[in-house]
């Protein structure tokens, strides 16, 4: 059965491992970029609900054998782009100063249309909700105007000192999400399903 956000693609969709071998140095360098703010003097933080969209370049790194982007490598992007939402907004910095670290509980992507050697595109991130156990992003691969791939990921926080963190918990650190949308009917769904499964 087709889920409500991809309703009408004709994609794989799938929920992929990461990738084996991938070079570390274009991840990092590109975790780096994104992280680096949140250890600079305190800032304003970005609206919490606001999409943060994130800019990067294919390279040779990130083909597989049919030169295209591997399938996991957009994986391990979306935790790039998460990062940046995190950092834009002073999540991450909240996080840090309790002690607290953000894991992924689950995700699924489908793909539209590949993306190849030195294409540049973006992935537009975006928090749609929260239930007692995690918050919930919507991430969308986009080259110009066209969608390549939609994710949605659930994301939970851990403490340094063991268990997890409750979204509840979180917003109050940071000060409040404000007025959090309703998570899409199939979500809740697909996610204890999951937990239902991996029991």
């Known amino acids: 059965m087709t889920?409500?956000?991809?309703?009408?693609?004709?994609?794989?969709?799938?929920?992929?491992?990461?990738?084996?071998?991938?070079?570390?140095?274009?991840?990092?360098?590109?975790l780096l970029r994104v992280a680096l703010p949140a250890y600079?003097?305190?800032?304003?933080?970005?609206?919490?609900?606001?999409?943060?969209?994130?800019?990067?370049?294919?390279?040779?790194?990130?083909?597989?054998?049919?030169?295209?982007?591997?399938?996991?490598?957009y994986l391990s992007?979306?935790?790039?782009?998460?990062?940046?939402?995190?950092?834009?907004?002073?999540?991450?910095?909240?996080?840090?100063?309790?002690?607290?670290?953000?894991?992924?509980?689950?995700?699924?992507?489908?793909?539209?249309?590949s993306l190849r050697l030195w294409e540049r595109f973006t992935v537009r991130t975006r928090l749609i909700g929260v239930d007692s156990h995690n918050l919930?992003?919507?991430?969308?691969?986009?080259?110009?105007?066209?969608?390549?791939a939609r994710a949605v990921v659930g994301c939970r926080f851990l403490r340094r000192t063991g268990g997890s963190v409750t979204p509840a918990e979180l917003a109050e650190a940071f000060g409040g999400f404000g007025e959090l949308p309703e998570l899409p009917a199939w979500v809740p769904r697909w996610a204890t399903d999951l937990r239902a499964a991996t029991a």
């Open 3 to 30: 889920h409500g956000l991809f309703a009408g693609w004709e994609a794989n969709r799938q929920t992929p491992v990461r990738a084996e071998g991938s070079t570390p140095v274009s991840m990092g360098l590109r």
């Open 77 to 113: 992007i979306m935790d790039v782009a998460r990062m940046d939402l995190f950092t834009k907004t002073g999540l991450w910095r909240t996080a840090a100063d309790n002690g607290w670290h953000p894991v992924v509980a689950a995700q699924t992507i489908a793909y539209r249309r």
């Open 40 to 73: 600079l003097p305190a800032r304003a933080g970005a609206d919490v609900l606001a999409p943060a969209t994130t800019r990067f370049l294919v390279v040779p790194g990130d083909l597989d054998v049919l030169r295209h982007m591997n399938n996991g490598r």
């Open 136 to 148: 919930y992003f919507d991430q969308r691969f986009r080259l110009g105007e066209v969608e390549c």
